[in-house]
Structures are given as C-alpha cells and as structure tokens.
C-alpha cells in the first residue's frame, strides 16, 4: 500500500515548497508538489522531483566512516556508531586540553534550511567553547544593504508582484532560482503588465523579458544611481511618500546633483540615454515592484548594490503599501527568538569569529591555529572561495575533519571521520521561506537510513558523551520546535503553535502592510553606522579586483559564477560528476583568443585554474565570463571546482563572499 505524506523542501531555495512524498513499502517512490500551498500551489522543479534517487541512493553514507587512506584518497572502513562517539569524544576532548577549545572550528551553513537541522551545532560549540562560524556566505551583504536603508522593515509580499505593472527583476534569475515567482510574472503579463531585467548576463528569465539592460558586473549602484538622478531632476519622485515616511532624501538629492553622467555610465556600462529610458519606465509605472537578487551582491559594492536600489525603490514611494508596488530581497516573514536555537549563554568565555568564506586562510594561515573541524549541512571544498587553499588546510596531517553528510562530497573524501546524515525526509524540523510568507512543520515520512542520523540528534547524543548535561542538551526535537514557535514574530494571534500539524501552512501577519507598521518613518536615506570606510549615503566606489588595472594587466577577463539549474549550490553534485561545466564567452573575446564554440578551455588566475567548455556567444558582454554551477571537483577526472578561481576578498559591508568579482584569463586548452 503506498501513502502520500507532506514535508517541506529543505534546500536551500526562496520557494521552500510543500511537498507530497509516496511512500510505497516503506520506500520512497514519489515527489511532488502539494497544492494546498498558496504560494508553491503543487509544482516543483526537476531537482526535487528527483529527490527520492538521493533519499534512496546507493550512495548513501549509511554507516560511521573512518579514513584509512591518505586525506582525499576516498579510502574509509565503516566503524560501529559507538567506536565513532569514543574517537569524537576523545579526539575533541584531546584537542581541547592540548589546544583549547578555540582550536575547534565549527562549519555549517544551509544543506537543509530546518531552522533545528541548521543550528543544531551551536549549543554544542558554545558549550565546547569552539571559534564562532560567521555565517556570511550567502546574504551577510544583501541583508546589510537592505538594512542600512530599510531597518528591520519585511519585503513585500511576492503576490503583490501580480497586480503590478512593471516587474524589474534586478540580478535575479528567478527562472532557475526562484521559479515560482515567474506565475506571478506571467499574471502581471498577461494584464498587460511588462517584465523588465538588469544582469550582466543574458540569463534564461532575461531573455523571457520585454526590456534588458545589461548592467556591468558591480555596476548595478551607478545604474540605480542614475536613474534616480533622471527621476530627481523630472521632479518624479514621490514627494509625499519621502516626506511622511523617510528621512535624508536632501542629502541624496544633494549628492545626485554632484555625480557626473561620465562615471555613471563609466560603473554601469549603460549609456545616459537608456539610464534615462529606465526612469521613464519607472516613472510611467506607478505599480512597479522590484524583485531583487542576492546575486548583485557577490562583489566588493555588493552591499552599495543593494542600498541604492532600495534608495531608488523607496524615492518611488514602492513601501506604500499600495497594490502591486513593492520591493523583494528576503521576505523577513517570521522572526523567532534565535537564543532559543544557539544558546549564547553555554559559552563560558568569549571565543575569536571565522568568517566562513576565508575558511582557507584559517585552516592554512590562522593564529592559534585549528586543529579540528567540524563540517555538517555544508560541503566547504565546493562552495567556498579559493578552493586550492581550503583544500591545502584539510590535507593537513595534524588537522581532525569530521563530516557530517549524506553523500561522499568533495569535502566528505578529506573527512578522517564521517558520519551518516539523514535527509530531512527522516526527521522533523521547522521551515520559514526567505521568498514568500508562509511557515510550516514537518515531522519524519520515513524512518533513518541504516544508522544516519539528524542533526540534532547527533549534538545532543554528543553533548551527553561530552558529559554536558545544561537543560539545552535534554531538549527534544518536539520541543525545541514548540518553544521556537511560542514567541515567533509574524506568526497570526490566532493561531495555536501548540496543535500546529505537517500540512498546516501559516501566513505570516506581516504579509500584509498591517502588520508591519512599526514607525511612520522607518526608511532613511542616509545610514548611521555603517562600516567606517562606507559612505552614509549611496555612493559611488570603485570594485577591488574588477577596477584594480594592474590586476587586469595579466586577467582582462572578469569571472562570474552564478547558479544553474540543475544544482542546487553544489548539492546534486552526485548526479553530473563528469561534467566540467561550461563558460560563456563573448565573441569579441573569443577570436583573438582563437576559442571556437565547445573548446575545451583553461579559465585562471593568481589563485587558480580550472578547464570548462567554451560556448561562445553574444548572451554575455565583452570582456565578461560566466561559468554557471558548482560542479563537484573530481581529481581522477581532471575536473576542478569553479572556486579555484574565486577569492576570500569580502563584500564591503557584513563580510559576505564576492563569488562574482574574480579577474581571469582563459586560453584553448
Ligand atoms: N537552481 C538553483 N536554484 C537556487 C540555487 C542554485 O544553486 N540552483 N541557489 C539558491 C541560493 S543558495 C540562493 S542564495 C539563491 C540566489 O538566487 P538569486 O538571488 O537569484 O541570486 P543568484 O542566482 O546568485 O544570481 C542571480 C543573478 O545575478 C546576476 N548577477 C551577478 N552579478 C551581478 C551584478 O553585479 N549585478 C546584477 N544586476 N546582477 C548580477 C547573475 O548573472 C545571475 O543571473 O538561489 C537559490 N536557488
Ligand atoms: N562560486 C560560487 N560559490 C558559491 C555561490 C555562488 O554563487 N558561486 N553561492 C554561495 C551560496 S549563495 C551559498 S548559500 C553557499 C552554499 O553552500 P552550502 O550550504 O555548503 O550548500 P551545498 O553545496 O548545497 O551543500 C550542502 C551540503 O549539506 C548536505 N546536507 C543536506 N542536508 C543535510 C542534513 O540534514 N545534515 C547534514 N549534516 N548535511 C546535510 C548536503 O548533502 C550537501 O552536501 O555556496 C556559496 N558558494
Ligand atoms: S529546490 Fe526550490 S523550487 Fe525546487 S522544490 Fe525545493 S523549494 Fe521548490
Ligand atoms: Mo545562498
């Protein structure tokens, strides 16, 4: 008899869809989407509709696994769980005694987005007294912009995007990363309404667009810039808007009059006449909402991105409230009090902060030095920026990896312990959306898989071996979620948290102006204490490694690395092990380079080389490479991760990785 059970997708994707899994004998047969969702209303994408492969894979790690090969070999033996606890405990304990607890570096990110799954470690690294993981490789830069001109105001509700009239996609490809939002594209279409895209690429949902401005990459601050100069001295801004809800506009205008139209179009790579044709559309577009990317935000001026594009949005009064205008980064829809999930208070002394994405100067260069490294929900040696130094540090001898996974990753082969992970099929957790405004639970569809185990699981049975014994580490799954919940900002007073059940989808109260009303003038225009270097209002900065002309000397090129559609960060690595990947090139870049469509091709720089096949093609600009997917590395293949050639370099605000800003070269093979 098979069965259809709902769950939440935990990866790590704006849509965060409910799902409906058959389960038939006890196996998972089936993936779809359920309709009873508001937003993701039943259909998923082709990555979850195979999801069930991974679940019930061959490859699943399903037992505890010690090295017996050299580091990065693949060569383990299957351990009992209880031999893995004694090597942790002691290993760990050692560590700590010789070394102190400092010297252990926790590593986790979004492999599965459960609030539980994906701070699950914490207490158990606060007690240990471990170094502090700042979690900046995804939206630190975004999150920061947003905030320095938006406070803790929430998105928009991305519904709102239907009754608009103008939709300004701003370097997100919401085909491939956020498909469900392309519906309320299409119901905005086919009112009339218009899709208009700035990327420096011409992506998938580009190409779908009535208007495309294909900004440079990091250019996206001159672009908004310039358009709300044009709008300013058009006398077209909102004035009863930035008069009753924002503060600093004067400073902003005084600034616009001063910015000449040569820099401008120098940083954006637009001409003045099609700047000034994007405030015309804006201007014409009283119902505009802007859906914007965390992609425009990888690079130096990742945050300046972000904060003059909400200057530009909030100078056309889009926080209004009124139908169909709007603005999108995250939706902030629920907030829960995250002591409840971390417990800062376990931590007896004040620990040093990693940022993850120099995760290969700490394993190589950091004083005190690490000595053990504990990886879950994460697969570092992919996803983190200058890959052949995170690799130099997990080969070192002195170095103990624990891996927590699912699968034999990149990272998992440099383990000298692994230990098998459930998939979030097999465990309860607590799902919020960072693209919509709905919440739900989940509870397990089907037991583990031989001996995996979750998360929380693993760092409570730890923590007890470890002989911690706080109340944090006798909590249950059941109750963490409860106690999570019985406070959470956005969640409707009527709802009873206590009964909430898998399949009750909740609304947040923010999704509707109501709630959001906090003061009636929340937004500024100039921000107060920023980063010292960082100007009050947005501005115009030159980018480290794209406008720094000795580096472009030797890499003319610049390097973007944006997400595919078959990957989902580098999880599904498993299933397009040989593939390379390719890379776009512009035909004007690719003749003197005597590079024809599908030539293998070496793409390097200071820091590292990988080989990719070449599509020459006029969908990227002049000088600009785009490497789309994190492909797992596979020596024995001769393939590389494309974050050989990415830097440690940090956003301007928040720390954040600038995947998009690498300098190159690239050469037939
Ligand atoms: N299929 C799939 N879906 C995913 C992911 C995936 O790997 N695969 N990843 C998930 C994750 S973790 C995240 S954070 C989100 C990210 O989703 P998005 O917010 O959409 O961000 P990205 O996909 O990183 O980048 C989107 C676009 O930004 C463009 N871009 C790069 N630099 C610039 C710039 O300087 N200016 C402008 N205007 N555009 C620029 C890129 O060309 C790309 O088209 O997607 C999630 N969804
Ligand atoms: N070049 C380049 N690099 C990038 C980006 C880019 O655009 N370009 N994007 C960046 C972004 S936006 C992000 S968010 C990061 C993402 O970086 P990561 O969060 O590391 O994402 P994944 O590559 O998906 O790896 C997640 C791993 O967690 C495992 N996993 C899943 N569920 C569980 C679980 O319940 N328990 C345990 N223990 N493991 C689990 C999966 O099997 C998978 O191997 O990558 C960043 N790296
Ligand atoms: S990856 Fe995104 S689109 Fe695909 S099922 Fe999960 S939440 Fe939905
Ligand atoms: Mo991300």
């Avoid at 406070?151 to 490809?173: C, E, K, Y």
């Avoid at 699968?407 to 960072?434: C, H, V």
Wanted: charged share 25%; net charge neutral; with cysteine.
């Amino acid at each position: 008899m098979s069965e259809k059970r709902k769950t939440i997708c935990p990866l790590d994707c704006p849509d965060s869809c409910a799902l409906l899994v058959t389960v038939d004998k006890g196996k998972v047969t089936k993936v779809e989407g359920d309709p009873g969702h508001d937003f993701t209303r039943g259909f998923i994408c082709a990555k979850m509709r195979s999801y069930h492969q991974r679940v019930e894979s061959k490859e699943r790690i399903l037992h505890p696994l010690l090295r017996t090969g050299e580091k990065g070999s693949g060569e383990f033996k299957a351990i009992t769980w209880e031999n893995a606890w004694e090597i942790l405990v002691d290993r760990l304990s050692e560590i700590k005694r010789k070394h102190g607890g400092q010297s252990v570096l926790p590593y986790s990110y979004a492999g599965n987005m459960g609030h539980l799954s994906r701070t699950a470690g914490s207490a158990f690294f606060n007690k240990f007294g471990a170094s502090h993981l700042k979690e900046t490789i995804c939206s630190a830069a975004a999150k920061a912009g947003w905030k320095a001109h938006m406070g803790s105001f929430p998105g928009t509700d991305p519904h709102q995007a239907r009754n608009a009239s103008l939709i300004v996609n701003w370097g997100s490809n919401v085909k491939t990363t956020n498909i469900h939002f392309w519906p309320m594209i299409h119901h905005c279409r086919k009112n009339g309404g218009k899709l208009l895209v700035i990327d420096p690429y011409k992506t998938i949902t580009a190409k779908a667009a009535d208007y495309y401005f294909p900004v440079k990459p990091g250019g996206d601050a001159a672009l908004a810039l310039g358009a709300l100069k044009c709008l300013r001295e058009n006398k077209r801004c909102d004035q009863s808007f930035i008069r009753s809800r924002t503060t600093g506009f004067d400073e902003l205008a005084a600034y616009l009059q001063k910015i000449q139209w040569e820099a401008l179009e120098e940083a954006s790579g637009i001409d003045r006449e099609s700047i000034e044709e994007l405030a015309i559309l804006l201007q014409e577009h009283f119902k505009a909402f802007f859906r914007i990317g965390v992609g425009l935000s990888r690079n130096s001026r990742g945050a300046m991105s972000v904060r003059a594009i909400t200057c530009l949005g909030l100078a056309l009064g889009l926080m209004d409230g009124g139908e169909g205008r709007g603005m999108l980064l995250f939706s902030g829809a629920f907030s829960g009090n995250s002591a409840k999930l971390s417990f800062p208070e376990l931590r007896q002394e004040a620990a040093r902060s990693v940022n993850m994405v120099q995760l290969g100067d700490a394993l190589t260069r950091l004083e005190p030095k690490i000595y053990g490294l504990f990886v879950y929900n994460s697969n570092p040696l992919s996803v983190a920026p200058e890959a052949s130094l995170v690799k130099k540090g997990l080969e070192r001898e002195e170095l103990f990896t624990v891996v927590h996974e699912q699968l034999m990753t990149p990272t998992a082969r440099y383990a000298d312990l692994i230990l098998p992970a459930t998939t979030s099929f097999e465990n309860s957790d607590l799902y919020t959306a960072y693209g919509h405004f709905t919440m739900g639970i989940t509870e397990p569809v089907i037991p583990p898989r031989g001996e995996s185990i979750d998360n929380l699981t693993l760092f409570q049975t730890l923590a007890r071996k470890m002989g911690y014994s706080d109340p944090p580490f006798q909590q249950s799954t059941e109750e963490r979620i409860r106690d999570y919940l019985s406070d959470m900002e956005g969640m409707p007073a009527d709802i009873d948290v206590q009964s909430l059940a898998p399949g009750d989808y909740i609304r947040s109260a923010l999704a509707s102006q109501d709630g959001k009303e906090s003061s009636s003038a929340p937004f500024r225009f100039v921000s107060a204490g920023l980063a010292a270097d960082q100007p009050a209002i947005p501005s115009l900065l030159p980018l480290a490694e794209f406008d720094d002309m000795e580096i472009a000397k030797h890499f003319p090129l610049k390097l973007i690395t944006p997400p595919n559609g078959k990957l989902l960060n580098s999880t599904f690595g498993e299933h397009h092990r040989s593939e390379r990947g390719t890379i776009l090139i512009h035909p004007e870049d690719a003749s003197p380079r005597n590079i024809k469509e599908g030539n293998p091709v070496l793409v390097f720089n200071q820091r590292g080389s990988v080989v990719r096949t070449a599509r020459v093609t006029d969908e990227t600009q002049p000088e600009l490479v785009v490497a789309e997917g994190i492909y797992w590395e596979d020596p024995s293949r001769q393939i590389q991760g494309i974050n050989e050639l990415t830097s440690q370099r940090t956003t301007d605000l928040a720390g954040g990785g600038t995947f998009h800003e690498s300098r190159v070269e690239v050469n037939v093979v």
